[in-house]
Structure formats: structure tokens, C-alpha cells
């Protein structure tokens, strides 16, 4: 008996077509994805190396903090802005968000890994045939935040859930590089990623509503602890 061949394991009554953006939001926030993530901990090795984190639950403050200061006042509201730039074919817009993003990453560390990424990630999406579409709206130097929102609309997929994905990748390279480091065991590692899941819906919701004049960075911390890492003696990551 085929049992895998049957209609009748369709997950949904009408064939499982609506099914497609939850499958392009998988394949974008997937750590296999080769942009190249892995090889960044955006400060998170400094302040390993400094003692600020030492354990599985400071490695989930650090992170939750980061979510809830950070990237709720920052790249949420930003996300949620380029989403919409780039679904009203708004250059203008898009080049101006782009700019205020990277703007808000204070080290050079930071901003090379947001340059390079975004490479890595322009040159998955070519193959694709997601460039086409928004190839003059682009900026000179486009951001990965920026090019994940592009593939975000590219794909059907709307600005939340989206960005809850980036989120997601956000935190679980973190996560993967505090395994490494401190080290962590993968269920300390899971029951991080467990608990954050719950800060990143918050940062979602939150940074959602933000109006213009209400964004903005707040995470003196990971600026301190990605400008040691610049000229830290020995370091597995990027930045």
C-alpha cells in the first residue's frame, strides 16, 4: 500500500499550493543557505573571550537583549520599511533605508559583514531569477537585511513573517557560534533557540508598530565587544 501516494495525506484540503511561500521562507532562513553566516558572531566571540558570556543562560540574555534593544528599534522597523520599497518599486526608499540600516552598524566589522553578505546573497539570487525584477532599484552597495527583504517579496512572502525568519537566522548563528566557543551542548543550544523563539515574536510585534521618528540603535555592548574583536590576538570568526 502506497500510503505516501494517497490523496488522502494531503496536509490540505485544496492540494497544498498555499504551501509555497512557508516552503521560499524555509529555504531563506535555512543556516545551509550559502551566504556564509556561519563565519560571523557579530562580537559574540569578544565577549566570550572577555567573560561577559560564559554560560547557556548568559548566551541567552545576551541574545534576548540583543533582540529586544537592538534589532526591535532597528532592523525590524527597517525590514518592515525596505519590504514595503521594494514592493512599491520605491528606489529612493530603498536607498535610503539601506544607508540609515547601515548607518546603525557602528564597526567596521559590522558593516563588512552586512556588505558581504549581501553579496553572497545577490549571487544566490541571480540563478534564481529574483534580480531581475528589482535590479534598478538597487542600491550601489545593497545590505543583506536589505537583499533578505527583496527575496522576501521576490518570493510572496509578507513582511512579518519574513522578518521573523531573519530573526530566526539571526539566532540561530548565534546560537551555533556560542556552541562552538564556550562550548554548549546541543540541547542547551535547542532550549536557547526554544526560549528566543519567544523574544523574536516580541521584536516582530514591537518594532512593527514603530514610527519613523521612534527608531533607532541601542546596543553599546555589542559595539564594544565587535570593536575588541577587530584586534583581538586569536578568533575562530570573521567578526
Known sequence: MRRAMSPTMNIEPGGGTTLLPLLRLLQLASPSLPVGAYAYSQGLESAINEGWVTDAATTKEWCGDLLAFGHSYWDVPIFIRLHASWRLSDHGAVC???????????????????????????????????????GTLMPPRPPFLALFAAAAHQFGIAARPACSAYLWAWAESQVMAATKLIPLGQNAAQKILFELAIDIESAVRAGAHLTDDELGMSAPGLAIASALHETQYTRLFRS
Open 96 to 134: 535610503h533605508w539601506s544607508e540609515l540600516l547601515l548607518a546603525g552598524r557602528e564597526t567596521s566589522e559590522l558593516q563588512q559583514e552586512e556588505y558581504n553578505l549581501g553579496k553572497a546573497l545577490l549571487r544566490v539570487m541571480e540563478p534564481l531569477g529574483l534580480t531581475a525584477a528589482i
